[in-house]
Structures are given as C-alpha cells and as structure tokens.
C-alpha cells in the first residue's frame, strides 16, 4: 500500500472514530476496509499509442508480425468502456482474436467487418464470444460481396482500417494501410499500417463510414471525402495532415485520382536564387497493376519520368499489358522498375504454360500500396507526401470497399522512404524487372529423411526471378487474390 493510501486510512479512521460512528474495538476494520478501498482504485494507464508507419518484413523471421504485434498491443490497452472497430478483408489470426474476446470481456465494444470470401477458426473464436448481430452492440459480420458497393460476384470489402476509441492514455487512434490480420501478411507479404491518434474528427468521420458499411448495401454508394476539420475551404492534400476517400468511386483516365495526384506533380523546380533545378522524387511500391485501369496509371507515372522526376517503381503482380506501358523506352531510358514477387520453393510449382516454369507469385511479394512524393506538389516546393491504403492499381479496386488516404510530412515520408529503399536496394527483397533470362539463385526444399523428419536442403537452380503474368491468372497458395 502506498504512504498516500496509508495516510488516507489513518485520516478516515481518526474521522470515524471522533465522530462516534464506530467504537474503539471496531476501528480496525474501518482502516482495513478504507485501505482496501484505496487498493483497489484502478491505475491510469500510461501507455501511450503507436504512431507513423510499421512495416513488416517476409523475408526475415524477426520481422514477420511486426504490424500484427502493434494491433494486439493496441487491442490489449483498451480500458472498459471504450470501442474497437475493425474493417478488413481477410483475417485468421488467432493472437487477434483472443485479444478481442478478452478486450470483450473486460467491457470494451468490439465490432469487426470482412470481405466473405472466407471462413476461419479466428473468426469463430470471436463471433461465439460477440455474435454476428449488427444491431447489438459488438458483432462480427461479413458483408455479402461489398458494404457499399453493388452485391455482385466481382466487388469486395477491401479496406483495411482499424479504430480505437481510446488505448492507453491515448484517445482516438486510428491505423489505415495494407495490412490484413492473416499469417500470410506477415509472413509472405510487405505491408505496411500507419498509425495515429488524437485527430476527433477524423476519427469520427471513419467511425461514421464503418457504420455506414455496417449496413451492407445492395448498391453502389457515392464516395466519401473526408480530413477531419480541413485546414482551408475543403479537404486538399497540399495543406491538410490527412485526407482520405472512401470507395467505390468511378475512375476514368480524366478524373482517376491517381492520375490528378500525379498531374500535381511538378518535376523539375529551378531554385530561385541559384538557378540549379531541383528534381522531384516519386516511388511506388504497388502491389499489383493489371487492366485498363493499370494501363493507364502506368502511364501516367511513367510520364514523370519522361518529365524529369526522379521515379523508382517496385510491384508485385503486374499484367504483361501494364508492363509493356511502363518499361516503354524513353529518351532518358527506361522507368527504374523492381519486382518484389519471389518464387524460391520447387515443391509448389504453379505452371500454367506447361513450359516448366512456376508461373506465378507463391511465396514472397509486395502488397503495399503506397506512394511517396518529395519535391514540388501543386507548386509547393519542399512537399513531402505519401498516399497509402488498400487501393491497388487495377480496374476491380475502383468498385471496392476501398480507402485512399493521404498523409502530409518529411518525418513520415521519409520513415516509408526507408522501406522502400530497404526494399529497392537488397536484392534477396527486390530484382530487376527487366531481367529477361534466367538467373541462378538459391532454392531450398524439404526432404523427407529415412527415420521420417524433415531436412532442408538447398541447391542453386535456373529460375525467372520476376514475375510478369498473363492478365487472366490463376492463384497460388500464398496469393490472396487480394
């Protein structure tokens, strides 16, 4: 007990007794009951919410639940009393789970919405503690093919966004990025959540679209924009800390907001006092471009290229079409251009051309869909930017439950920056996409030992070490189709 607690005890005990409210001989028991009594009230929690970006990393076991240890710490430091809201299109984890059945149970409102392209022992683990009843208070519910898009076969919930009304001593903590709560996103894919907290009004406007999400409409809903309290007229990512939009939204090559994102960008910026022109730098990590749609982006961004920015693109999948728009040659050469996909295991060959060759994505890739840009930006020099979320660049994602969500500032663009060169510049993480031979590198494969164990064993062999895929592809094992 502490001395404030003691002296506490002693004063009600001397009050009491003086008082003539208890005799002598009982006196005892009221300082007991009033130690007790200043035992038993609750310490504040001091822990303080993450804040700025967290990345995973599949390649190294260290890394692997990065962002998944960051969520359950989150869940963990919910008081009674308080709210979570999850939306996201996949989820297995059943660390995640647990920690929502106990945040539940000690009092917190836990609601969770996902895509229903899946069923998972996590996700019977909550729904047997909160249901699946969306006019109570805590539920877990699945919208049928999309919440805000039209019910067809095609559209999914495919945001990712995670809500707490107050974690620690922190109020109000939102985390958006690419990041779903499964085994596969920490282990076989890079993602990326960006944190922050404290921003009430942003943080009601995404409660308010989980809600409206939660009603799982039959048709296709008008976008959302929304920044919290904006800084000037309305919403615009030049000045205002956050913008987000929430999906579906029609995009056409005139008003894709990709395309007016990247139209803003100025690329080459004389200083006015020395004359020496200042470069702009753009990198993209995306986890796939495919379609009409990725043809056009691709485009585009190429196009900064040709303007003079300082362009770096690492992806995923990328249809043969897309890859053909972007590695089109230019007087300054071709885009620079990586591939994250990585195929390492022999024993879970995909081949779709019947040529020997595992044709696609199956045990590392990208899913990241997140752009940097650092330089001059709707003719503001000295802008740092990144736009993140769940939005690939392909045709499907414009009819999603999606969110684009943007976030002004060198310190946050340069903590994604680091990623992306963590990515860009390690070839066990990245190749060259434009690789058109073979190259040798190590595979490894489990043999089966005569006792019955397992061994690793690990040989050099020819395989393509990027991934460049017909624009009707079939899914690997490790590959979501997310």
């Known amino acids: 007990m502490s001395i404030i607690s003691r002296l506490v005890g002693s004063l009600c005990l001397l009050l009491v007794v003086s008082l003539g409210l208890v005799a ?10 009033a130690g007790q009594a200043a035992a038993a009230k609750p310490k504040p929690n001091k822990w303080e919410a993450f804040s700025g970006p967290f990345f995973n990393d599949p390649h190294l076991a260290k890394g692997h639940f990065e962002i998944e240890r960051r969520v359950i710490q989150t869940i963990n430091n919910t008081p009674k009393g308080s709210s979570i809201r999850i939306a996201i299109y996949s989820f297995d984890r ?16 836990v609601q969770m919405l996902l895509n229903d392209h899946w069923e998972t022992p996590a996700m019977k683990v909550v729904r047997a503690e909160i249901g699946k009843n969306r006019k109570k208070n805590s539920f877990i519910y699945k919208c049928r093919q999309s919440c805000r898009g039209a019910a067809n076969e095609f559209n999914n919930l495919h945001s990712k966004f995670y809500l707490f009304s107050q974690a620690g001593k922190s109020e109000d903590v939102l985390a958006v990025g690419s990041a779903n709560m499964t085994r596969n996103a920490a282990v076989h894919q890079w993602n990326d959540l960006y944190f922050t907290d404290g921003d009430h009004d942003l943080f009601r406007q995404f409660v308010a679209l989980f809600k409206d999400m939660s009603k799982d409409y039959d048709t296709r809903q008008e976008p959302w924009y929304f ?9 615009d990512d030049v000045v205002d800390k956050h913008t987000a939009v929430a999906f579906p939204r029609v995009s056409r090559p005139q008003d894709d907001l990709v395309v007016t994102l990247l139209n803003r960008v100025q690329c080459l910026t004389p200083d006015p006092v020395t004359g020496k022109v200042k470069r702009t730098r753009v990198a993209l990590s995306m986890h796939t471009m495919r379609g009409a749609r990725g043809d056009y982006l691709a485009e585009a961004i190429r196009q900064k290229w040709v303007q003079g920015c300082d362009v770096r693109v690492t992806y995923g999948l990328i249809g043969y079409h897309t890859k053909g728009v972007i590695a089109a040659p230019t007087k300054r050469g071709r885009i620079p251009l990586r591939s994250t996909g990585m195929d390492y295991n022999l024993d879970d060959n995909f081949d779709l051309n019947n040529d020997g060759i595992d044709d696609l994505i199956l045990d590392y890739y990208s899913h990241q869909k ?5 330089g001059t930006f709707a003719g503001v020099p000295d802008t740092s930017m990144v736009l993140t979320g769940s939005v690939n660049w392909s045709s499907l994602s ?23 060169d963590y990515q860009w510049n390690n070839t066990r993480n990245t190749r060259n996409a434009y690789t058109t031979t073979y190259a040798n590198f190590r595979v490894r494969r489990e043999v089966r030992r005569p006792d019955g164990s397992m061994r690793t064993v690990w040989r050099t062999v020819r395989r393509p070490v990027t991934t460049v895929e017909p624009d009707h592809y079939l899914p690997g094992p490790y590959w979501e189709a997310d």
């Open 24 to 33: 002598p001989g009982q006196a005892s028991d009221v300082a007991s009951s």
């Open 94 to 109: 059943l660390p995640v789970a647990h920690a929502l059945v106990a945040a539940h149970r000690r009092g917190v409102q």
């Open 227 to 235: 920044c919290g309290v904006p800084t000037g007229p309305g919403c």
């Open 398 to 420: 414009t009819a999603n439950d999606e969110v684009w969500f943007t976030v002004k500032g060198a310190k946050v663009a340069d903590k994604y920056l680091k990623n992306f």
């Open 370 to 374: 997140y752009l940097i840009v650092q």
